[in-house]
Nanobody, 129 residues
Framework: QLVESGGGLVQPGGSLRLSCAAS?????????IAWFRQAPGKEREGVSC???????????YYSDSLKDRLLTSRDSLKRTVSLQIDSVEPEDTAVYYC????????????????????WGQGTQVTVSS
């Protein structure tokens, strides 16, 4: 099971950093990890993906509409994957999820939620003044 952390209330213009880890001590280092978000009344949206250490050395992929404000990275020592969003806007308010299908590469369909079998419970991010 995956576990997200780092959500909460953020002021517009600020930054947030979310983290994803495996709850049972399993290492995420080898596998591609994606981030999704889901706002109320909207479909789950692919935000980013980082490939596993066994593949292309951590290649990253981002949503076109968000890529200028995003950074996803991997801490191999801590066995976690982080997502940083800068210059947050109220439209970034959503539940954020990390996901994996236990494969190394992100693939061309990385932003499709149905491609992933393993999900965290999500962490709420609210952007408001």
């Amino acid at each position: 099971q995956l576990v997200e952390s780092g959500g909460g209330l953020v002021q517009p213009g600020g930054s947030l950093r979310l983290s994803c880890a495996a709850s049972f001590g399993f290492s995420l280092n080898y596998y591609a990890i994606a981030w999704f978000r889901q706002a109320p009344g909207k479909e789950r949206e692919g935000v980013s993906c980082i490939s596993g250490s066994g593949g292309t050395g951590g290649s990253t992929y981002y949503s076109d509409s968000l890529k200028d404000r995003l950074l996803t990275s991997r801490d191999s020592l801590k066995r976690t994957v982080s997502l940083q969003i800068d210059s947050v806007e109220p439209e970034d308010t959503a539940v954020y999820y990390c996901a994996t299908d236990l494969v190394v590469h992100c693939g061309s369909r990385w932003a499709t939620a149905q491609e992933y079998a393993h999900w965290g419970q999500g962490t709420q991010v609210t952007v408001s003044s």
